[in-house]
């Protein structure tokens, strides 16, 4: 009788090992641009309307994914000693949540040809 149990058990222990595995591929978090715009409002009160506010702040809009996700989660992790309030905002959000808004702001052109002072070049 044991051995039925432990021989009709191996399967589905097999399964549990399997889905295991495969989870962590099915945690990756897709989120809705308006997900995406709604996390991204928290962002207007210091880098303005879409991440292209001029000056003391830096411009989000248009700078690369990779820069922005890089700096996002060295802030999260306190891997940086120059934040003012950002490691305390990063640390609001999950790390796929960072990496979404760095994509988002990315993908902003960062000149508005409608918006007055347009003109002005974009901090780097």
């Known amino acids: ?42 962002c207007a009160n210091c880098h303005g309307t879409d991440g292209r506010l001029v000056g003391s702040v830096p411009t989000l809009a248009g700078r690369p994914a990779a820069v922005l996700e890089a700096r996002l989660l060295a802030f999260k992790h306190n891997e940086t000693t120059d934040a003012t309030i950002m490691d305390r905002i990063a640390k609001g ?6 990496t979404a808004l760095a994509g988002h702001f990315a993908a902003i052109d960062p000149v508005d040809d409608d918006a ?7 901090q780097q």
């Open 93 to 98: 959000f999950t790390d796929e949540e960072l």
């Open 116 to 122: 007055p002072g347009s003109e002005q070049e974009p």
């Open 1 to 42: 009788m044991k051995r039925f149990i432990r021989l009709a058990g191996m399967p589905l222990l097999g399964l549990l090992l399997f889905t295991g595995v495969a989870s962590p591929g099915l945690a990756e978090e897709s989120f809705s641009s308006e997900q995406v715009n709604l996390m991204a409002s928290a």
